[in-house]
T-cell receptor, first 114, second 116 residues
């Protein structure tokens, strides 16, 4: 069965520091991969998506992610954290022969310290 | 603002009751998805509709049902509610029904259901 694992339910960084949120997936067929962000009391907003066009994907708010097939990973990074980045981040996979449903990881809460 | 609207924003009810959650997709989107977010289960896919027809089913309980109407809005009906049904229920919409590269899902703000 396809699944998504996010390492670390909580990550804390200082403002200006590198943000690294880890995501590994398991899939027997090439997946589509997504990162979503959820701010408190809000819905999910798409940060970026991998659809096999390029392995390094740039998203909104300075975030990017790299698809590494050999490692089955799709880690999310941002060079310099901002206070406004504090939120919960979800990695998700969609299998391209199973309709449109998304399978989400458990989420990583990012805290940014001043 | 994603363009997906959900009502009500909050719902408090008692065990055994029945509630209806409503979702209006983005203009032009034909596909609607329902997800449940709870502390113990995380974000889980419930069901998908495309242009009025059920397209895919996930971990949706038999006490739950959904439909998509001709005007493309969707309703999720939850009956015989239990304490464990307390969760945030999200609706998402997309233009296409399937897992192609153009299928980007836009999420609504959610309905928070509390069962007492």
């Amino acid at each position: 069965a396809q699944s998504v694992t996010q390492l670390g339910s909580h990550v804390s960084v200082s403002e200006g520091a590198l943000v690294l949120l880890r995501c590994n997936y398991s899939s027997s067929v090439p997946p589509y991969l997504f990162w979503y962000v959820q701010y408190p009391n809000q819905g999910l907003q798409l940060l970026l998506k991998y659809t096999s066009a390029a392995t390094l994907v740039k998203g909104i708010n300075g975030f990017e992610a790299e698809f590494k097939k050999s490692e089955t990973s799709f880690h999310l990074t941002k060079p310099s954290a901002h206070m406004s980045d504090a939120a919960e981040y979800f990695c998700a996979v969609r299998i391209n022969n199973q309709g449109g449903k998304l399978i989400f990881g458990q989420g990583t809460e990012l805290s940014v310290k001043p | 603002d994603s363009g997906v609207t959900q009502t009500p924003k909050h719902l408090i009810t008692a065990t055994g009751q029945r509630v209806t959650l409503r979702c209006s997709p983005r203009s032009g989107d034909l596909s609607v998805y329902w997800y449940q977010q709870s502390l113990d289960q995380g974000l889980q896919f419930l069901i998908q509709y495309y242009n009025g027809e059920e397209r895919a089913k996930g971990n949706i309980l038999e006490r739950f049902s959904a439909q998509q109407f001709p005007d493309l809005h969707s309703e999720l009906n939850l009956s015989s509610l239990e304490l464990g049904d307390s969760a945030l229920y999200f609706c998402a919409s997309s233009a296409t029904p399937s897992g192609d590269s153009y299928n980007e899902q836009f999420f609504g703000p959610g309905t928070r259901l509390t069962v007492l």
